[in-house]
C-alpha cells in the first residue's frame, strides 16, 4: 500500500470516528432537559464536516484500492461473507450518516430560534440513529479489516 | 518515540482516567449525598469527574482505533476475530450506552454506577488479561459483579444516605 493510501485509509478511519465523537456530543446535551442549541449546532455541523471528509478521503482508497487489492484477497479467505454480506451493507449504511448528521444540525439550527419539545425529541433520535450506524460501520470495518490475512 | 509507544501510553492515560473517574464518581456520590442533597459545589465536583471520565473514555477509543490502524497497515489482523477483543469492544459500548441512559434516566443510578464501574474494571482487566484461550467465563463473571457491586453500593448509599 502506498504512502498517500495508507494516509487515506488513516484519515477515513479517523475523521469517521471523530464525526462520530461530535454527533455522540450532540446527542448527550440533546437528551438534557434544556439542550444548550448553541453546542448543539457546533457539534451537529462539525459532525458533517468530518463525515463528509471521512467519505471523500473513504472514496478515493475505496475506489483505487480496495477492490483491486483487497477484495479478491477476502473473497479467496476462509471469511469471503466478511465482503459480501458486511462490505456490502457497510458501504450502503454508511451513505446515511451524513445526512442524518445534516437533519440534526438543520433541526438544532430551527431548535435554536424556537425550542419544540417534539422537534427535540425527533432531533435525539436522528442523532441516536446516526450514532448506532455509525458504531456498525466502524465494527464493520474491523471485521472486514480481519478478513484480509 | 514511534506510534506504538506513543498509542500505548495514550490507551493506559485514557484507562487511568476511565477507571480513576468511575472510581471517583462513586465516592463523590456517596460523599455528596451524606447529607441528603447535593450542593452546587459537590455539583460542580461531580461535573469535573464526569469530564475525567469523558477525556478518559475519547483517549481510550481513539488510542484503540490506533492500534487497529497499524495492526491494518501491517496486516496483523488475526486478533480482530478474537472473543476476547470483542468482549472488550462490547464493553466500551455497554460504557457508552449505560451514560446516555442514565442521563436519559432510563435506569436507576445504583444500577448505572454499577453497570459502569464494573464495565470500567472491567476494560482494565480484559486489557492486561493474556493468553485466555476459552473466555466464555469472563461474560458470567462480569455479569455477576455488576449485582455484586450493585448490592454493595446499595449497603453504602443506605448506611451514609439519611432517608426521610
Known amino acids: 500500500m502506498s504512502t498517500i493510501l495508507a494516509s487515506a ?3 477515513h478511519i479517523v475523521l469517521g470516528l471523530v464525526g462520530l465523537a461530535c454527533i455522540h456530543f450532540a446527542l448527550m446535551q440533546l437528551i438534557r432537559r434544556e439542550p444548550p442549541y448553541g453546542f448543539v449546532v457546533k457539534a451537529s455541523f462539525s459532525a458533517v464536516v468530518f463525515l463528509l471528509l471521512s467519505w471523500a478521503s473513504g472514496a478515493y482508497y ?3 484500492y480496495y477492490g483491486n487489492a483487497v477484495k479478491p484477497r477476502i473473497l479467496d479467505s476462509a471469511y469471503p461473507w466478511a465482503h459480501q454480506v458486511i462490505m456490502e451493507s457497510k458501504e450502503h449504511v454508511f451513505l446515511l450518516i451524513p445526512f442524518l448528521a445534516i437533519a440534526v444540525w438543520l433541526s438544532s439550527l430551527a431548535l435554536r430560534k424556537n425550542d419544540n419539545v417534539n422537534l ?3 432531533a435525539a433520535a436522528v442523532a441516536a440513529a446516526a450514532l448506532a450506524l455509525g458504531v456498525f460501520v466502524a465494527a464493520a ?3 472486514v479489516s480481519g478478513a484480509v490475512r | 518515540m514511534d506510534a506504538q509507544t506513543l498509542l500505548i501510553i495514550m490507551h493506559i492515560i485514557g484507562t487511568v482516567l476511565g477507571v480513576g473517574g468511575a472510581t471517583f464518581v462513586e465516592i463523590h456520590l456517596v460523599r455528596a449525598l451524606r447529607d441528603g442533597v447535593l450542593s452546587p459545589e459537590e455539583s460542580a465536583i461531580m461535573q469535573t469527574t464526569y469530564t475525567v471520565l469523558r477525556v478518559g473514555f475519547f483517549l481510550l477509543i481513539l488510542s484503540g482505533f490506533g492500534f487497529l490502524i497499524l495492526a491494518r497497515l501491517g496486516e ?3 486478533w480482530f476475530y478474537s472473543i476476547k477483543f470483542w468482549m472488550k469492544l ?3 459500548g455497554i460504557i457508552a450506552v449505560n451514560a446516555m441512559f442514565i442521563q436519559l ?3 436507576p443510578i445504583l444500577w448505572g ?7 470500567w474494571y472491567a476494560a482494565l482487566v480484559l486489557g492486561v488479561l493474556h493468553g485466555v484461550k476459552e473466555p466464555l467465563w469472563i461474560p458470567v463473571v462480569y455479569v455477576a459483579s455488576i449485582f455484586v457491586v450493585y448490592i454493595m453500593l446499595r449497603q453504602l448509599h443506605r448506611r451514609f444516605t439519611p432517608h426521610h
Open chain 2, 113 to 119: 454506577s454499577a453497570i459502569a464501574l464494573v464495565s
Open chain 2, 90 to 92: 462490547s464493553i466500551v
Open chain 2, 76 to 78: 496483523h489482523t488475526t
Open chain 1, 141 to 143: 470495518g474491523i471485521i
Open chain 1, 120 to 122: 427535540k425529541t425527533a
Open chain 1, 9 to 11: 485509509l488513516i484519515l
Open chain 1, 62 to 64: 475505496y475506489v483505487t
Open chain 2, 105 to 107: 434516566r432510563w435506569i
